[in-house]
């Protein structure tokens, strides 16, 4: 069982910047696909990006060029730096890990799953 906390959420205004964390209990800087998803109200949760256990990172268009994932092996901590903030930004943030059932496949179902963290936009 891998324990992931979030932090960092907040309200900030359109255009502002905030920086997520999630601590994990574990380390998962080998073996684990990690990844931040966010869920807005009456929403289903959307994956926001990803590093694989490989190393490969990935956007969801909305979000690239403005967000930036990385994780502090050292720390077994994930970052998620956020810039250009916009209302639709606006959800409950959450960290993921799990184990890949084969080379970049990351079955998220399957994952470990932090608590959440508000992130509100106002315009």
């Known amino acids: 069982q891998v324990h992931m906390v979030e932090s960092g959420g907040g309200s900030v205004q359109t255009g502002g910047s905030l920086r997520l964390s999630c601590a994990s209990s574990e380390r998962t800087d080998r073996d684990y696909c990690v990844g931040w998803f966010r869920q807005a109200p009456g929403k289903e949760r959307q994956w926001v990006a990803l590093i694989t256990e490989r190393g490969i990172k990935g956007y969801r268009d909305q979000v690239k060029g403005r967000f930036t994932i990385s994780k502090d092996n050292a720390e077994n901590t994930l970052y998620l730096e956020m810039s250009d903030l916009q209302p639709e930004d606006s959800a409950v ?17 399957s994952a470990y799953w932090g608590q959440g963290t508000q992130v509100t936009v106002s315009s």
């Open 93 to 109: 943030y959450y960290c993921a890990a799990v184990r890949p059932r084969s080379v970049g496949l990351c079955p998220w179902e």
